[in-house]
């Protein structure tokens, strides 16, 4: 995870939000090609989800909604999260996220211990009740750890688990609910009645529209709605660098179906959906999982939730999730605004309220799962053949930042410049293509490897014809993962280039 994080901050990927200030915690900025990495991703669930189906529709409603959206989607009463203070060393973290297990030798407890959530939090504690039963130097033997998170702590057990922050126990609260909605004011008056929220999900949106959707739209049942956009949440403990932040970005659709349909079978729809889009992106299947929500962790409204998991180096971790909220929000609104959320079917002269599957998922955490399957080392020739290291991003074509660049091959030779830069203004309407002419050709490879840079496209002597017609106006394009060449004439470079990159 090191090498991504600062290969990411090396090439200008992703930077910390405000660094020359000591950053910001929970906040990130998109540096060029972060900035163009995401567009990508962004277009192509667009194309894919949108403009590429006749059933869902596009959306883009404002970040700050009428307080009230709030109270009837229940974020102002539900939308907590537990969380434990150290009172020593003022730390904060989350009850889910924070474990601990008795220290038991030969049947008898000793004590406590607590690491926070990690892919090896078993192993950690057991580690630590290992030291503990040294430091107290207690004879007999110590049972294996039955780890626990600090929700489940019971009111007498809190003052003697130790903190993670201190290693000593006595300094840990029990765990209160805290609101994770970011409040902001509206207007001149800094009361009550002027606070708004920065909006926890994009999905309300499409629930508060859904009738002007409906009235205006030629939309009929099943379709659905989906947006993109920022959504903001006050996270207790950001972490695992972009995975989870406070300031964020959601792709989210709301598809509409009949009361009387069967959800299960869009639900089911839909995960297959997410996943191979996923895979189209260039996230292997391999490294995706299903976790499926018990039925007794499920909200009472939910018919069913499915987590789309993403082998992360920090551990398998939610990276879209696709709910089956049947006509919960919409009817909620319905209470809330006097507004009727009905659907009226022509077919059936009917009229009901539409049950609801959601699949939901974040440009950050999609960005880092293509980087993380993205990442590899191996090794490549220099100029003289000799093989060295190098960094190189996999990424699938069509998500890569930078789709081609463009290298005369002396960067002293002007007729080369020239071709070369020809080349560069023929693809640019329609690629992202990157010019350079600085340094070694090896040198330019392996810095478009580790940006992943699928083509290279090098104008060299050959292209002015100095062997002879044949040659003369074709390039050689090189294949970042074969790292094969091949001569093609530029006037079928970018027709070339386009069925590589779609
Ligand atoms: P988690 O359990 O990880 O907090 P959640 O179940 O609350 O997530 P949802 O409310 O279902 O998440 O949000 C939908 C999607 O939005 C998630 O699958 C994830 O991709 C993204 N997402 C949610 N919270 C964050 C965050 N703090 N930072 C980045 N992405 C997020």
Redesign the pocket.
Known sequence: MEKIVSLCKRRGFIFQSSEIYGGINGFWDFGPLGAELRKNIRDCWWNDMVRGRDDVVGLESAIIMHPKVWEASGHVAGFNDPMVDCKVSKQRFRADQLFFASVIVDGRAAGYVSALESEKTAEDLQEKAETFKRKKALAGKLEPVQPRDFTQAKPDEIPLIPSPATGEAGSLTAPRAFNMMLQTWVGALRDESATAYLRP?TAQGMFADFKAIVDTGRVKIPFGIAQIGKSF?N?IT?RNF?????E?E?MEMEFFISDQDDWARWHRYWIDWCRAWLVSVGIPAARLSEYNHPREKLSHYSKGTT?IMFQFPFGP?????I?ARGNYDLSQHAKFSGVAMEYFDDATRRKYVPHVVEP???V??IMLAILCSAYAEDEAPDEKGKMESRVVLRFAPRIAPVKAAIFPLLKNKPELVATAKQVRDLLRPHLNVFYDEAGAIGRRYRRQDEIGTPFCVTIDFDTLGEKGGELRDTVTVRDRDTMKQERLKISKLLEFLLSKIR
């Open positions: 999900e949440r996270e950001p972009i995975f989870r932040s406070r964020f959601q987590d971790q939610e990276l879209w999730g709910a939901a998922v974040g950050d955490r």
